[in-house]
């Protein structure tokens, strides 16, 4: 998107950083792909280099550590990140949110942006701590339709993706 | 030039050793012959105060470095001559072996217990990480290149302000029984010692927090560092350490220990004896004399300081 | 961002802050605390910006475990004090956007001791209480009115528990819960209170 001009409808803003880890993000157009290149790369070397996958802690502690970097460099990365993964040890989920200033926070649910103030309610209001996949899938339609609803920028579509701790289905492709 | 062909003089001989630092070791030993005795660890030094100045040092404890002043001629003015330094308030050093390289650790300690801890903490750096820092420098010497080892061997005493360990065997109650005793107010139980007080008074250590009192330390031109009850350097520092070997014992007060330095020195000693050739430092109770200044609460003046010529005579005369 | 506080006792001392993470008005999180151990007995609380607070929470804990590994015993509140000072004054024209505050019982002397700073370092030295973060000017009032010399552990939890809800329930940016550590010779004690979260 650049002003009013749709530029793209296919673009996915999501990465896997691991066979257990996911990447989505936001922010200044380069920046956003720049940043996030340069962690896939940085967790994948990881991965080959010592034959073990950094856990979502871990993977979290790192990209809050290069962006908290970046932050105080002459040209700083734009770029809002949310981080979600299963523990390939405890198998438990992790979701992190992470703003361009590199505050990292630990949060049930998380969104970036103007989103914010729409999913949150939702979310606040229909989320508990032991949910279900296929209810936090409706959650999410939830949020989407709602921003449909109440926002004045068709997003074209929305791309959902899951952990299983194995491997990452993508759910929704983009729709028109 | 100088830095694309800069390599370290000291490389391993084929048999393993470093023969560059055997050699500084060589320049130690023939070096004028310097001492150092622990005397008995006070109980209750910290809350001790100067009292005045004829009874300088009575029922202080804490340690003597000695060693004796060679001038090479009678034109020397030897009171501005000086090998015992202070580098901080309560620590102080002296050496065997080469007069210039000694100058130069000496500012170099003297800086970094600044930049390395007091510019940091705000305070001055216990002893054994002074002498950690100093051995730093000198290991330094051994590896770096266009540099030579340092031709002298140290002698580091000072004083750390922190709890002292019970010692073994007494029921005693030191520094670090304290919170203890004055929990007993409340819990009306002062006598029972927890199980990690106990274990605690076995392995002679503090469980995480400074341990206090007097040490003494030697360091060599490798960077490898010891503490000693009472050692010697130099020339004849074979022959003297046998001497402290006998002379040396756990209860020794500063006194005692003075005059076993003296006793020590006067076996290796050449020359005369006297305020001129002999220089003595010491570690003891604080000296708030030469704070300098006065009704200051708290102030605490340096536990290092180097004894007079009139002092020494005085030693001297009661040998 | 809210705050920490801490208070003296006899014997003992409190620190406590609220969880709320939030950008201006908008709630991020709710379990965000703001308060860093660095030995059996020093507690660091921080309050700013978000990142800054979690930077300079990493670097005191590289420098602690330097020091602790280097000296072979574990950090006193005073020094840790100087520390953070220092620390701070190292950027002194980039600073980080925190206000700490330091709380602990020094083992030597078993004195309770607290400290606040600025951001570039300079300590605030009190024998009552230390404030800091958005609901400062609020706690200034409810400790004012609550805090008295000499609160053994349990006084000592009621009234920093109290004068940090009153304070941060007069303030829409803070609040969201809390975590209060009461700081006493041989014990640390770590509680959470629920707060409202609303």
Redesign the interface.
Known sequence: MRGATILKATDNKTRDLNSHTLMAFSGEAGDTIQFSDYIEANVKLYSMRNSTELGPSAVASFVRAELARSLRSRNPYNVNLLLGGVDPISQKPHLYWLDYLASLAPVPYAAHGYAQYYCLSILDKHHHPDIDLEKGMQLLQMCADELKRRMPIDFKGAIARESRGQEWHTFSGSRQ | MADRYSFSLTTFSPSGKLVQIEYALNAVNQGVTSLGIKGKRPSSLATLSFQSKSNLLSATNGIVLATEKKSSSPLIDPPSLSKVSLITPNIGMVYSGMGPDYRILVDKARKVSHTAYK?????YP?TR?LV?DVARVMQEATQSGGVRPYGVSLLVAGWD???EPPLEGHDETG?GR??TE??AATTASPEIETDAEQKLRKSGK?G?????GPSLWQVDPSGSFFPWKATAIGKSAASAKTFLEKRYRDDLEIEDAIHVALLTLKETIEGEMNGDTVEIGIVGSPADHLLGYEGVEGAQGPRFRKLSKEEIEDYLTNL | MANPMSIIGKNAVAIACDLRLGLQALTVSNDFPKIFQYGPDVFLGLTGLATDVQTVSDLFRYKVNLYRLREERDISPQTMANLVSTSLYEKRFGPFFVNPVVAGINRTTGEPFICGFDSIGCIDFAKDFIVSGTSADQLFGTCEALWQPDLEAEDLFETISQALLSAVDRDALAGWGAHVYIVEKDKVTKRLLKGRQD
């Open positions: 510019r940091i903490y705000n305070e216990p990480i950690q302000e922190g709890i520094a304290k919170k004055e929990t503090t995480g927090v400074l341990k206090g």
